[in-house]
C-alpha cells in the first residue's frame, strides 16, 4: 500500500505581528499580579458576562487595545457599561492592566488573544452592546491587505454577536483602508449606517495624543459607525 500523502497544515493570516516589545518592570509586575485578577483566560467556551461583572448590564467588546489610554477612558466615562479588551501584545496588556488597578475599574476585563479566535469561541451571538475598532493595523501595503483584520467573514461574525440595536465602530486615519470598511461594513446584511457615508466623532471615543497630533498635521481620521437591524 503506497504511503498516504502527509497532511497539509494551513497556517492561518493573523491581521498582527507578535513583537517582541520590552516589557517595562511596572508592565511586567502588572502581567504577573493582576492578570489573575483583571484577565478573561482564553477558552472555548462563551462568557457568561454576568457572571465576570457581577451584574447584567450593557456589554462593550473593544478590539485592539492597545497602550490602554482610550478603553480606560471609556470603561471611566461609562460606568454603567460593562467592557471587555481585546490585546495581543504583552506590554499594552500590561499597562491596561495598570490602568484598571490604579483607577479601580470595575467594569473593565481583558483577554490576551486572537481577537477572531476569541469571537468565535468566547462571545455569545447577540450579546453585545457595542463594538469599538479603533485604528486597527492598515498594512498599507497590497501584498499584506489580506492581514487586515475587517474583512467580510470577521464583520459578519462581529454582527452576529451584537444584540439587535447595537453598534460596531471602527476608526481609521488611512483613507483607503477606510474606504475597505466601509464597503464591507455596507455589504454585511445585517448591518446598516448610520450615517450617509463617515459618521461624526461620537461622543464616546476620546481623542487620543497621536489622532490630536496627526489633525493639526491635516491627517483625516474616519468614523465608519453601523447599528444591528
Known amino acids: 500500500m503506497a504511503d498516504e500523502a502527509p497532511e497539509v497544515v494551513r497556517r492561518p493570516v493573523r491581521s498582527y505581528v507578535l513583537r517582541q516589545g520590552r516589557l517595562s518592570p511596572a508592565q511586567a509586575r502588572a502581567l504577573e499580579t ?6 478573561l483566560p482564553f477558552a472555548h467556551e462563551a462568557i457568561d458576562f454576568a457572571a465576570v461583572f457581577g451584574r ?28 471587555v479588551g481585546v490585546e495581543v501584545h504583552g506590554p499594552g496588556v500590561g499597562s491596561i492592566l495598570n490602568r484598571i488597578e490604579q483607577s479601580a475599574l470595575a467594569n473593565l476585563r481583558m483577554i490576551q488573544h486572537d481577537a477572531v479566535e476569541v469571537v468565535d469561541a468566547m462571545i455569545p451571538a447577540g450579546s453585545l452592546a457595542g463594538i469599538h475598532v479603533y485604528f486597527p493595523d492598515p498594512w498599507p501595503k497590497k ?10 467573514g470577521f464583520v459578519h461574525a462581529l454582527a452576529t454577536r451584537l444584540a439587535p440595536g447595537g453598534y460596531l465602530h471602527a476608526a481609521t486615519d488611512w483613507a483607503p483602508y477606510a474606504e475597505e470598511i466601509l464597503a464591507t461594513f455596507s455589504s454585511e446584511p445585517l448591518l446598516a449606517n448610520t450615517a450617509q457615508r463617515y459618521a461624526p466623532r461620537p461622543g464616546w471615543r476620546p481623542q487620543t495624543k497621536f489622532e490630536t497630533r496627526g489633525l493639526k498635521l491635516g491627517h483625516e481620521v474616519f468614523d465608519i459607525l453601523f447599528r444591528r437591524n
Open 34 to 39: 493582576l492578570a489573575p485578577k483583571y484577565c
Open 56 to 83: 447584567h448590564a450593557p456589554v462593550v467588546l473593544e478590539i485592539g487595545c492597545g497602550m490602554g489610554e482610550t478603553t480606560a477612558a471609556i470603561a471611566h466615562a461609562h460606568p454603567e457599561s460593562d467592557f
Open 143 to 152: 501584498r499584506h491587505h489580506k492581514r487586515r483584520l475587517l474583512q467580510p
